[in-house]
């Protein structure tokens, strides 16, 4: 991103909606095409996810919500990792340049990048014939050797998650008038509940000093339970289990289960959560349930890392096996 003297219509766009939000000394106002972050002795933790129109939002959702969702999703893989955010680069692809999309997703990015202390250091901005695409690249920092893998789980652990479960999956399948849109036709709290889920993530930066603190291995919840639980156990060369009765739902998912509206599986398997995941030794795990609820947050065990290197098994309120036929959301 960079603003000369004669300025090009990207050059024009860039100073006006990202120029004020660049704070950080080491972005250089935008006129430069690169910036400078400083380690400060940390080490420096890079993550980076893109959010594409039709694919992680609706053409219809408000600018502002996908300004949010863009950035928060990066900041939930840093408060997974245990890391503080320093700073972010943004790519833009769109398809046009009206003031009425740009300006509150402008404002919107601007506003988190304060709330989570994360200013835009640079990015570029394109022009696509295709879906708007919105790709940020996020750097956070930790003390020397202290990020939190997904390699550190350990059996006898116990398996801990943020916050409830399948919210996401449900609002979108609200915005999409599915299933659960019929079943909460007369309920437009538990709707607009269900969607503000989807749309806007809630990042749990709050608890990374915890994560770091305290837990063994660690990941954002991004395309299911099910999935990136097993993801974890197989970077981690272990098992588990987990009862899915003791899984954290909202009251508007535990209603629609209760109903038979929607299957448990749903749930564990839909993506956008957004929640930490996370392995704890037994001693310490009373510890960030603690921490989360200092900080206004709850912070559920919901099984134990095994020996050995099977699947994790979910297990119902019998002892049964449940058979999932899908894991996670996929790409492809």
Not at 92 to 115: H, I, M, N, V, Y
Not at 181 to 206: E, F, G, H, M, T
Not at 266 to 290: H, K, M, N, Q, R
């Amino acid at each position: 991103m960079t603003t000369p003297q004669n300025p090009s219509g990207e050059d024009s766009l860039i100073a006006r909606y990202f120029k004020p939000l660049a704070t950080d000394p080491g972005a250089f106002g935008l006129v430069d095409d690169a910036a400078i972050l400083s380690a400060s002795g940390d080490d420096i933790v890079v993550t980076t996810d893109a959010v594409i129109e039709g694919v992680h939002y609706l053409a219809s959702d408000p600018p502002d919500t996908i300004a949010r969702k863009a950035l928060r999703v990066n900041l939930s893989d840093l408060a997974a990792k245990g890391a503080v955010p320093a700073g972010f680069v943004l790519t833009l692809a769109l398809r046009s340049k009206e003031d009425a999309w740009l300006q509150p997703f402008a404002d919107a990015l601007g506003e988190d990048a304060r709330t989570f202390a994360c200013p835009l250091l640079g990015g570029d901005t394109v022009s696509t014939p295709g879906p708007q695409m919105i790709s940020i690249t996020a750097f956070g920092r930790v003390p020397q050797g202290r990020m939190v893998g997904r390699t550190g789980a350990r059996p006898g652990d116990r398996i801990l998650v943020t916050g409830t479960i399948g919210d996401a999956a449900l609002g979108l399948d609200v915005l999409t008038g599915g299933e659960v849109a019929k079943a909460l036709a007369s309920d437009p709290v538990a709707r607009d509940y269900l969607v503000s889920r989807y749309r806007v993530p809630q990042p749990r930066n709050l608890l990374a000093q915890a994560v770091r603190d305290l837990a063994s291995a660690a990941m954002d919840v991004s395309d299911g339970l099910a999935g990136d639980l097993t993801k974890l156990c197989a970077a981690s060369g272990v098992s588990a289990t987990v009862n899915v009765a003791g899984v954290p739902l909202s009251a508007a998912a535990a209603g629609l289960v209760a109903r038979n509206a929607v299957c448990v599986e749903t749930l564990l398997a839909g993506g956008d959560d957004y929640e930490v995941l996370c392995t704890v030794p037994p001693a310490l795990s009373d510890a960030l349930i603690a921490a989360g609820q200092a900080a206004g947050l709850a912070v559920t065990a919901i099984g134990t890392i095994l020996a050995g290197r099977e699947r994790p098994r979910f297990l119902d309120g019998q002892g049964q096996e449940l058979a999932l036929k899908q894991l996670s959301y996929s790409h492809f």
